[in-house]
């Protein structure tokens, strides 16, 4: 069936010397979204794993996508945003949250211009060429859902990131022997359980480091965590940097 966009906007977002900042618990539902960044640079935090994009690198982020985000800049921040929405959903197609670096932002500016201009049509058709060349670049994922092997282990681990897990435990939600489990689930997601956890607890630890007043401490027994210095060793694996740091 062919597909045809019905609803479509884009957006200029800008901040200045307010970061870094976290964006949140963002959530695309209804619409995929198309990103890309102006000025300054993103850490995104999706399924247990972190992307990085900078200056003239395209963020793609699927419908039914929820994450978090970190921006900083030195010192602006800025970048376009373009929320749209097919006639029929992509049922056969996922491409989950993606970045393409160093894109030709070229039809973003014409977009953005003709779009503002009140010329609808015109921006239309310029974005229409922009998702053929963005779709041609991006790589098609399997969907997560019941049919995964691990999937029951994957939303053990994102209800429960700040418990002490077990392979043995994580194994038996899928009916698989331990060493099966693990080859299964680092093939699913990329990471072992236990960085997948641990991915998970700093994504949720940046939301406590840049929104509330807590200590390391605090944050790091919020998480789980045995210590503030394992919450600390644990973070700068994840990060590149001490809480501490992160926060300032």
């Known amino acids: 069936m062919d597909k045809y966009i019905t609803e479509f906007k884009i957006r200029k977002f800008s901040h200045q010397k307010q970061f870094p900042k976290v964006i949140g618990k963002m959530y695309h539902f209804y619409y995929p979204c198309i990103g890309y960044i102006l000025n300054g640079c993103v850490e995104i935090f999706f399924k247990g794993a972190k992307y990085k994009a900078k200056k003239g690198d395209l963020i793609y982020i699927s419908n039914g996508i929820e994450y978090y985000s970190v921006w900083s800049g030195n010192p602006d921040i800025d970048w376009l945003s373009i929320d749209f929405k097919f006639s029929n959903s992509l049922q056969s197609e996922y491409y989950g949250l993606q970045i393409i670096k160093d894109y030709d932002g070229v039809l973003f500016h014409k977009i953005y211009n003709e779009f503002n201009s009140g010329n609808q049509l015109s921006a239309m058709s310029l974005f229409y060429s922009l998702l053929d060349d963005v779709y041609k670049k991006l790589e098609t994922k399997p ?3 019941s049919s995964s092997p691990v999937v029951k282990a994957i939303e053990y681990l994102e209800k429960n990131y700040t418990a002490p897990i077990k392979i043995e435990k994580l194994a038996s939600l899928c009916g698989f022997s331990e060493s099966r489990f693990y080859a ?15 991915y ?3 994504q949720n630890a940046t939301i406590l480091l840049t929104k509330t007043d807590m200590s390391v401490s605090d944050i790091a027994e919020e998480m789980g965590c045995s210590s503030a210095n394992y919450f600390t060793r644990v973070f700068k694996s994840v990060t590149g940097k001490s809480p501490i740091s992160f926060k300032k």
């Open 200 to 202: 998970l607890m700093v």
């Open 184 to 198: 299964l689930f680092k093939q699913t997601t990329g990471l072992s359980p236990i960085q997948y956890k641990n």
């Open 143 to 145: 969907k997560e859902n």
